[in-house]
């Protein structure tokens, strides 16, 4: 079985992602320690922060769905981008006010990697013929025979 480009890029994305979801979401006070040099106190600020992490282990979980099916979801990788680019814009927002500490650039270099790759993606998915303009009903779920989704 020979996996394609994409499908080798978005199961490394979704390594990538998990590997910062097992940092930050198991490991959170450790992890902010790193990040922001300061220890983790707040009970409220703890919640908040393993949270962010936890939709990291989301994002690995939806990059595995579009390994399995680059050109079909699309989608995900789009709500991806728009994360990867808030959390750069964030960590770098940070570290200039003198909030985080030199450690982010590991995450928004390589967030900015990622997210660099997903628009050409992208762009790739844009220029294949009849798939950007093709109307969602055309898109099945490719379930067995009488399981297929219903159009109406």
């Known amino acids: 079985m020979v996996l394609s480009p994409f499908t080798k890029l978005f199961l490394l994305a979704s390594l990538w992602n998990l590997t910062g979801a ?10 902010f320690e790193l990040i922001f040099n300061k220890e983790l106190t707040d009970p409220l600020m703890f919640a908040i922060y ?9 994002y690995f979980i939806g990059y595995l769905i ?4 680059p ?4 989608g995900i990788v789009i709500t ?20 985080a500490g030199p450690d982010v650039f590991v ?22 013929p009849g798939l950007a303009s093709a109307p969602s009903s055309e898109l ?13």
């Not at 097992?22 to 992890?31: I, Q």
């Not at 393993?50 to 989301?58: D, E, F, I, R, S």
């Not at 099945?140 to 109406?152: C, F, V």
């Open 140 to 152: 099945t779920m490719d379930l067995p025979a009488g399981r297929q989704e219903s159009k109406a």
């Open 107 to 128: 995450i928004v270099v390589g967030d900015g990697l990622f997210l660099a790759v997903f628009v050409y993606y992208l762009y790739r998915v844009y220029k294949t």
């Open 71 to 74: 050109m079909k979801h699309y």
């Open 80 to 99: 991806g981008g728009i994360g990867k680019l808030g959390f750069i814009v964030t960590l770098l927002q940070l570290y200039f006010a003198g909030i």
């Open 22 to 31: 097992v940092f930050g979401f198991f490991n959170t006070a450790f992890a």
């Open 66 to 69: 579009v390994a399995r099916n």
């Open 50 to 58: 393993k949270g962010a992490w936890g939709t990291t282990l989301t």
